[in-house]
């Protein structure tokens, strides 16, 4: 997959990148991630034991932070040029809690897979804008660029000193690789039976239309106040105030 | 005698806290720790922290408490998809598959993830735990509680006589008529965040006028016993859970303002919404003055409770401490949803036969932060450190040159507020302090203001207001005196006011330290108190988030503990 990853980011690069919309939507997809992979770092260095990995992990976390507010204004730019601009939420991305499910060592691999992936789709999206000309684009990828290197670089170094020896830093990349690719697999099957159900639930849905007309008659939208205790009445015993809201 | 945790989950706002034998241990919100902004998933994290805290095992617990009831919220949900058929056909598969793909089972989850037999894990109602968490930690032994959200199972308002650790339920509004939700429409129309830009607009409505009167008698109707009425036609919270408000909104008051654009106040279209948003806060107050004046009217007492999301509007609470005739108004700090959590644990905890739990006194609830792992990476980091004798003479010197200072001391605070454990710190009396603050850090709308924090023994010298019950956690405002407002430009907000902070020794220690050090130098003993955070970030608990939060704003120093960062200007 890491192999075909270049050659593919050059081959999709000029649809990719045509629209603006379009151009927005990916930019502000690679900010999440950014953001993502931002939240996964500073959790790790709050758990692994070593400060010398913290303190790397919260510079990396720290170079996230700021590809991810990049990425976010040049897609929110972009997406102000477009005829139809798309709508893009805020640049908010939830934790995959990647050191607690993974281990440190497998967490380093998976991040080290990832920044290169990353360097190799960012270096065919510099080459694309250099040869149509498009100087911010270029700039913005090309700086972020060199981040990814050092992030490559260091995650491999910290990963081999953390393995021991060569063999199991290969073992712990090919496991990493094919959780990952589990993971693909489920969200793909996830997808999918997402949209079974929709088309499931909407029928179900057509089928309850003749509920909501005895829903509106039996149960209508009450109006001001409901439930007045007669003024006077004393309050109950603590467990029978206690007992009525238990389960 | 027992051991409680309470939960709340699900829709913003996820917390844990624990009592045990009738005592507030510890209570933590999830986006602490997990660093997502207003998490919602359910806070095993937070309640393993709490756990940890007090060293007891899950399976010691005699009960975990959810602060809602799942079969009641799903019967809610049902029969408002279907009451508004067809128009809730899109929301139906997601609200299906939120509803009995997860939230039902919270109970399940529950007991399954704390390893306890499935009948200690019990639950309580939403607007019921509300009206606990607030009642039971206030300083009164008989008062009337008014809770007020977007919406629990059923109600979005309900009123409640607690007397001594009983609760009474008097009355409630239905959903889908909610105060919580008109703030939440309006919020979105104003192009702000729901749950999130609730601040911004009352920060935004000093800037307006309410001359919208008209317009708002059509999009909620106050009625005379004190409840209200929504004008549904206006709003689209009953078919759309995202935006919240519908096309006859727009008709009525114009095109709703593009989330992200840049403020122009100076100009007539930002000025209308300044406008939109003055007259929904004047509606809003009005609104709960009556709620206020019909529960003074049915439970007699002096005394009252504030609870859930509206009742973090602190301009809202300080007309109603002023005009509603209560003595004395409480809000517990964190009054949204995270507060269910608290409510759910105390209600358990006293059925259980615990006694009621003292008066709140410090909302430092959380955890401690670890010095000496913050000096090893700090040091890792290439980061000079140096450690100090008197760190909070040390932060009033450092504040004294003019300088921002994150601290960091203590247990992270309980709820939305940063009350001096998790702040940055500044000296209030230079407008151009905002700015900077605004600049490096923050980020913030213009129009939103900053608070400051003053020796509780020393308040009325700067402001037109004595301590009380809500000053402590800064949910209510006081207009600043006017012969000090040149002293206090940073902090005094469009309309003269000011979100203040009372400090005593007892509740937050390490702040009033620090403005003790300030008095004895001879400065003002008032710092402008903002939350130590980046936008869209929680703010900071752990030696870590301190250090990211270094690494990321250029504040000029960091006090963590009895260590400070300094860097070189």
Known sequence: MSRLTGPLARLLSPAVWRWPGHAARKLHAFALAEHGSMLDLRLAARMTSSPARAAAYLRHADDEARHAQMFGKRARKLAGEARRPPALGPVRADSERLFERLGERDFLAFVHVGEERARQQFEAYVDYFRASGREREEALFSAILVDERRHGAYTRALLEELAGDPAEVRRALRRVTRWELGRRWLRAGRALAERVYVLATLTVYVLAAPLALLVRVARPISRGWRGVALPGAGAPSRTAALERGGE | ?569
């Open chain 2, 1 to 569: 005698m027992a051991r409680v945790l309470g939960i709340s989950a699900h829709y913003h706002d996820a917390a844990a806290a624990l009592v045990i034998d009738g005592q507030l241990v510890a209570a933590i919100q999830q986006e602490r720790l997990s660093r997502i902004k207003n998490d919602p998933s359910l806070p095993f994290e937070a309640a393993r922290a709490c756990l940890e805290f007090a060293a007891i095992e899950p399976g010691s617990l005699d009960a975990v408490v959810f602060y809602e009831r799942p079969f009641d919220k799903l019967e809610r949900v049902l029969v408002n998809l279907l009451r508004h058929l067809p128009r809730t056909w899109r929301q139906f598969p997601r609200a299906l598959a939120s509803q009995l793909g997860d939230k039902l089972w919270v109970l399940d989850q529950l007991a399954e993830e704390f390893d306890v037999p499935r009948d200690r894990v019990i639950c309580h109602a939403h607007h019921r735990c509300h009206a606990a968490s607030a009642l039971l930690l206030s300083p009164y032994d008989d008062a009337a509680a008014l809770v007020v959200d977007g919406v629990g199972e059923h109600c979005s308002t309900s009123l409640w006589h607690g007397r001594g650790a009983a609760l009474r339920e008097l009355m409630s509004v239905d959903f889908p008529h909610s105060l919580g939700l008109l703030y939440a429409g309006l919020t979105a129309y104003l192009g702000f965040a729901v749950n999130e830009g609730e601040y911004k607009v009352m920060g935004l409505a000093a800037w307006g006028a309410p001359r919208l009167r008209d317009e708002f008698d059509r999009i909620i109707r106050l009625r005379a016993d004190g409840s209200y009425e929504l004008g549904l036609e206006y709003f689209a919270h009953m078919s759309d859970a995202q935006l919240g408000f519908g096309p006859a909104l727009e008709r009525l008051l114009g095109p709703r303002r593009p989330p992200g654009r840049p403020w122009a106040l100076d100009s007539a279209e930002d000025r209308r919404y300044a406008d939109v948003a003055a007259t929904l806060q004047q509606v809003l107050e009005e609104a709960l003055l009556g709620l206020c004046r019909r529960a003074r009217a049915e439970t007699g007492s002096d005394n009252l409770c504030l609870a859930g999301g509206v009742a973090l509007n602190a301009l809202a609470n300080a007309r109603i401490q002023r005009e509603s005739g209560f003595a004395r108004v409480f809000v517990q700090p964190a009054a949204g949803d995270a507060g269910g959590a608290l409510g759910a644990a105390l209600l358990t905890a006293c059925a259980l036969g615990d006694p009621r739990p003292p008066p709140l006194g410090s909302a430092a609830l959380g955890l401690p932060v670890d010095v000496d792992r913050c000096r090893a990476v700090a040091g890792e980091l290439g980061l000079a450190t140096r450690r100090v004798d008197d760190p909070a003479a040390e932060a009033a010197a450092l504040l004294v040159a003019d300088r921002v200072v994150a601290h960091v001391r203590g247990r992270f605070e309980w709820g939305p507020r940063a009350l001096g454990q998790r702040s940055i710190l500044a000296r209030p009396h230079l407008q151009a302090t905002r700015d900077r603050l605004n600049r490096v850090v923050k980020r913030r709308e213009p129009f939103r203001p900053f608070a400051p924090a003053v020796l509780s023994e020393r308040t009325v010298e700067y402001f037109n207001a004595e301590p009380d019950d809500m000053t402590p956690f800064m949910t209510t405002v006081a207009r600043v005196r006017d012969d000090r407002r040149d002293r206090l430009a940073a902090v005094t907000h469009e309309d003269g006011t000011a979100r203040l902070q009372t400090v005593e020794a007892s509740r937050a220690p390490e702040l009033h330290a620090v403005l003790a050090a300030l008095d004895a130098g001879g400065a003002d003993p008032v710092v402008l108190n903002t939350s130590l955070n980046g936008p869209g970030e929680p703010i900071v608990a752990s030696a870590e988030d301190a250090l990211a939060f270094w690494l990321r704003h250029g504040v000029d120093a960091l006090v963590v503990e009895d260590l400070v960062i300094e860097r070189t200007p």
